[in-house]
């Protein structure tokens, strides 16, 4: 079972500023199938990126994804005040064709003015 | 434009059954995995059960296993989730959510929740 370790549990900024949020994955297998979500209070989650890098539709470009070995990381150039929110990582998982797919999340890091 | 309406969230006994309800629209719904998510309030993300595309398998968080059964009606465009035997540690915000076919989930519904508690 692969487990996803997010850090820092809570990382306090300042609009403007530049944030780093890691996400390190227990086994390197199945390591392009990393996913980074948004969930801001009240919320549904929303897709930032999948396939560790590929940004999704509508997410502006001072969010960007990036992979060394197993540590994954989420930077965010410059903080708006709507970035704000809970952020996950997530993988997907299938050892072999045989096998059942896993879906594993971190336990979300707060980002909080 | 993608939407995921759901429904069917309540209070519920222990020991007691829910059925949650998605309705897609926008997107080619057969041609897509679809999956459950759930939050407990104030805590983290946890998927608990994905179907494929063509309804053909399914596959289970360990914690439901058995005890919930998801399905789909691909004719109309609908996701479900019977929930049997519920236990406290069921009690969550319930999403359903479309696979991008990389395992992400782009999509989410506004969640429900489902309260099991006597």
């Known amino acids: 079972e692969i487990v996803l370790t997010q850090s820092p549990d809570t990382l306090s900024l300042s609009p403007g500023e530049r944030a780093t949020l890691s996400c390190r994955a227990s086994q390197s297998f199945c390591s392009n199938y990393l996913a980074w979500y948004q969930q801001r209070p009240g919320q549904a989650p929303r897709l930032l990126f999948y396939g560790v890098s590929n940004r999704a539709s509508g997410i502006p470009d001072r969010f960007s994804g990036s992979r060394s070995g197993t540590d994954f990381t989420l930077t965010i150039s410059r903080l708006e005040p709507e970035d704000f929110a809970v952020y996950y990582c997530q993988q997907h998982c299938q050892q072999s064709g045989s096998s059942p797919p896993s879906y594993t999340f971190g336990q979300g890091t707060r980002l909080e003015i | 434009e993608v939407q995921l309406v759901q429904s069917g969230g309540a209070l519920v006994q222990p020991g007691g059954s829910l059925r949650l309800s998605c309705t897609a629209s926008g997107f080619t719904f057969s041609g897509y995995w679809m999956h459950w998510v759930r939050q407990v309030p104030g805590k983290g993300l946890v998927w608990v059960s994905a179907i494929k595309s063509d309804g053909g398998d399914t596959f289970y968080a360990d914690s439901v296993k058995g005890r919930f059964t998801i399905s789909r009606d691909n004719a109309k465009n609908t996701l479900s989730l019977q929930m049997n035997s519920l236990r406290a540690d069921d009690t969550a915000v319930y999403y359903c959510?479309?696979?991008?076919?990389?395992?992400?989930?782009?999509?989410w519904g506004q969640g429900t929740l489902v309260t099991v508690s006597a």
């Open positions: 959510t479309k696979d991008d076919w990389s395992g992400s989930f782009d999509n």
